[in-house]
């Protein structure tokens, strides 16, 4: 079946300007999460959703980022004002319930020039 | 806060040796236990887990068992082959807390 799907799977963009990346979850996980890799390292949780609500969302750095997930299933994470120190990896990752093992997308590379 | 360490890499073997990865944890509260595997341009893919202590997962060759005692959860395989090259991340999720904590990675190469 199909699995976690993202996109842009490539994203450049100038310091400063607003991006969205989507996510599209298996179908029927009722949990997605997103997470940011840096080079190198490993992957930094930033928020997930239980249903259409964000459940945690202690690990957005700053205001500049956002999350929605307004029907229960595709998500957006907006990042605003983006700085160099943005650019990273971004993983999104489903599981059927809370606790349940999380599938992972290919990620979206975000480069801010 | 809670953490993983793992061993750093990167590691190069020749195919049929011995394979270990040491992942050590932090955690306030009882953890479940990953390896996970990144193959060469793809994804993040779930290797095995554990839940609670003295478990053992295993899966394609490889094992890990979650001790408590020690804080570990290393992974192991007796006989590693080409196709096992791949960054391997250790983490954790904490009873309660569904974000997953992942060590750095380790870059395992080998060779034929």
């Known amino acids: 079946g199909a699995g976690v799907s993202q996109t842009p799977s490539n994203k450049v963009t100038e310091k400063g300007k607003y991006v969205e990346l989507r996510c599209d979850p298996i179908s029927g996980h009722t949990a997605l999460y997103w997470y940011r890799q840096s080079l190198g390292q490993g992957p930094e949780f930033l928020i997930y959703f239980q249903g259409t609500g964000a459940a945690d969302d202690s690990g957005l750095p700053n205001d500049r980022f956002f999350a929605v997930r307004p029907e229960g299933s595709v998500s957006t994470l907006k990042i605003q004002r983006t700085e160099r120190g943005d650019s990273a990896v971004y993983l999104c990752a489903s599981s059927l319930q809370i606790a349940d093992t999380q599938y992972f997308g290919p990620g979206t590379r975000l480069t801010v020039l | 806060g809670d953490s993983v360490t793992q061993m750093e890499g990167p590691v190069t073997l020749s195919e049929e040796a011995f394979l270990t990865i040491n992942c050590t944890y932090t955690?306030?509260?009882?953890?479940?236990l990953f390896w996970y595997v990144q193959y060469p341009g793809e994804g993040l893919q779930l290797l095995l887990k554990?839940?609670?202590?003295?478990d053992k997962g295993s899966n394609k060759g490889f094992e890990a068992t979650y001790r408590k005692e020690t804080t570990s959860f290393h992974l192991e395989k007796g006989s590693v082959q080409v196709s096992d090259s791949a960054v391997y991340f250790c983490?954790?999720?904490?009873?309660?807390?569904?974000?997953?904590?992942f060590g750095q990675g380790t870059r395992l190469t080998i060779n034929p």
């Open positions: 955690a306030t509260g009882y953890p479940s």
């Open positions: 983490a954790l999720t904490i009873q309660g807390a569904q974000k997953l904590v």
């Open positions: 554990a839940t609670k202590a003295d």
